[in-house]
């Protein structure tokens, strides 16, 4: 068994990550580097990351995918509180220390140097096995209802596709599902892979953006330092669909673009992987279709993806000296979304070269256009509720899909959403992952 270990623990680290607030930029930055894996499983993992402060009220999800980990597993705590019941746990405030930190985690633990956590959740089953269905099963009815609490199949009445009758399944997912949103989680019932019904019960966690669009409601601020942070908002959200598309090196690629994103970037490169790659031709692009009133709440690019030209930016003088007029796509549905992301991702970067040569500064303050839409009276608000009437009737695909190209959160006031010099440094020796 020794020299199991001692090969393990030489290994990539494979490392779960659970997101609490803010908890993104360590994800990004944990995703450059060649001796960290992030997986998409927890039973996958031997260090749980907890990254962000958790919400009280996600506590029970997040006890219950600590447990799901392999024995032996242990635990890093990211700019958070860990539990006071549990001993010895390590906590990192530093991004630059915490790829050394998990490192260091997965040694100890292989080389039996540190004890594996402890089990949080009693080993009991939530709903006991009563036997009361006709072949012994618990619940009642020949389905058994709920038994030990795993939702089943149940028979449908209505036929759908082909002259199939397909069962349908509820369950949740979330707060911690990597195609979700960070905090968000959703009950949802599918008959066969169609959505029925969609009900959000958490929204996700409050966003901050880039300092500079705090700053600009405040007072004149370089246009060229505007549009760059809002490029970078919008390569890290295709960062992370394109590695649900399954694309990782694009999706790589995306990430090292907004990290090291100047004036004198372009977008031309990765929009020709995309397209090389049939990204645009996905079936699951043709979905998620927002209605005009559905767009405009939800606003900024997904508001632009449905050809609507509400912009802020046609107010600022600044903007309208540089020749600008928003760009629009007219279907609003998920190819849409990501045309129109790319195309303001290539705006930014043209807009952010004039100025800059220009010198150009904003003009108005307290009317604000983010990466996430307009910033009046105040931020965008949490739009999550949407997918509540958007989603039913597509295929669980199109579904996700459609949640990726969605930039739904709400938006607060402080300036905590960006990364120091240093978190922006890429991870060096490697070509590093995304999710595995």
């Not at 959200?237 to 598309?245: E, I, Y």
Request: glycine share 8%; charged share 25%; net charge negative.
């Amino acid at each position: 068994m020794s020299w199991l270990r001692k090969l393990a623990s030489r290994t990539r680290v494979p490392v779960f990550p659970v997101l609490g607030k803010q908890g993104d930029s360590a994800l990004r930055y944990l995703a450059l580097s060649p001796e960290i894996e992030l997986v998409d499983s927890p039973r996958h993992a031997s260090v749980l990351l907890i990254a962000g402060e958790v919400p009280a009220d996600r506590f029970e999800p997040l006890r219950r995918v600590h447990d799901q980990l392999p024995y032996p597993f242990t635990t890093l705590w990211f700019r958070s509180e860990p539990w006071p019941h549990l001993e010895n746990v390590p906590r990192v405030e530093k991004l630059d220390e915490l790829p050394g930190a998990l490192i260091t985690a997965h040694r100890e633990l292989m080389a039996g140097q540190r004890d594996s956590a402890p089990r949080i959740l009693t080993d009991k089953p939530p709903n006991p096995w009563k036997g009361e269905g006709d072949f012994g099963q618990g619940g009642e009815g020949m389905m058994g209802g709920v038994p030990y609490g795993r939702p089943m199949a149940m028979n449908m009445q209505d036929d759908i596709r082909d002259g199939l009758t397909l069962d349908s399944l509820t369950f949740r997912l979330g707060p911690f599902f990597s195609a979700f949103p960070p905090g968000m989680m959703a009950e949802i019932t599918l008959q066969g892979d169609l959505v029925q019904t969609w009900s959000t019960q958490f929204a996700p966690y409050p966003q901050s953006l880039d300092p500079v669009f705090v700053t600009a409601r405040e007072r004149p601020v370089p246009i060229a330092e505007l549009e760059l942070a809002r490029a970078r908002h919008h390569l890290h959200r295709l960062f992370h669909a394109l590695h649900l598309a399954g694309l990782e090196n694009a999706s790589l690629d995306a990430l090292r673009l907004a990290q090291n994103l100047s004036t004198s970037s372009t977008l031309g490169g990765l929009r020709r992987r995309l397209v090389r790659s049939g990204f645009f031709r996905l079936s699951s692009m043709e979905g998620g279709v927002l209605d005009p009133e559905q767009a405009r709440q939800i606003g900024g690019p997904a508001a632009r993806a449905a050809g609507l030209d509400d912009d802020l930016r046609l107010e600022d003088a600044g903007y309208r000296r540089l020749g600008f007029s928003p760009a629009c796509q007219s279907h609003g549905n998920t190819q849409a979304r990501w045309q129109q992301t790319l195309d303001e991702i290539d705006q930014s970067l043209r807009l952010a070269q004039q100025a800059e040569r220009d010198n150009v500064y904003t003009s108005e303050v307290d009317r604000i256009e983010t990466p996430r839409g307009p910033w009046s009276e105040q931020g965008p608000e949490d739009a999550s509720s949407l997918l509540d009437e958007v989603l039913p009737d597509l295929e669980w695909g199109e579904a996700l899909a459609t949640v990726a190209s969605l930039d739904v959160a709400a938006v607060v006031d402080e300036g905590g959403g960006t990364q120091t010099p240093d978190e922006l440094r890429v991870v060096q020796g490697g070509s590093g992952n995304v999710f595995k």
